[in-house]
């Protein structure tokens, strides 16, 4: 699915390659459906990004083209991962930029998982 001036899934997206292991990062959890590593420039104290592992472009893309399983799987992960981290209980914001006017940068489907602080308010004008 070609959305939002994305395109189609380019294989040499930064987290395809991550993913393949051809550039490293810093895994906080993996299983079948996701791969849950901290963020290279954290904009939190735990600022960590959960990427599935289908080639999905986006949020639109993930949420209209994958499996119920994909999207259960991802889904568990991301609450999975908030509880490794010690979040449930202080809370935490979960983003997903999508395209263009959201600023997306990597064209791999991504959740934010921002934490250990208070946050603040939601967006900045
Ligand atoms: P977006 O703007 O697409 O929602 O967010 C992309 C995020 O990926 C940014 O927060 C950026 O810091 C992060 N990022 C970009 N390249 C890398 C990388 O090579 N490794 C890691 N761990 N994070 C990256």
Do not use: W
Request: hydrophobic share 45%.
């Amino acid at each position: 699915m070609a959305v939002s001036g994305l395109g189609p899934y380019d294989p040499q997206n930064i987290f395809a390659k991550i993913l393949r292991g051809e550039i490293p990062c810093r895994t906080v959890f993996e299983n079948t459906f996701a791969l849950a590593f901290h963020d290279i420039a954290p904009k939190a104290p735990v600022h960590v990004l959960v990427i599935p592992k289908g080639p999905y472009v986006s949020f639109a893309d993930f949420s209209t083209t994958a499996s119920d399983a994909e999207i259960a799987g991802f889904t568990r992960a991301v609450g999975h991962v908030a509880s490794l981290l010690g979040l449930d209980e202080a809370g935490y914001r979960l983003l997903s930029n999508m395209g263009a006017a959201a600023g997306q940068e990597v064209p791999h489907f991504h959740v934010h998982l921002f934490g250990g602080a208070a946050l603040g308010p939601m967006l900045h004008r």
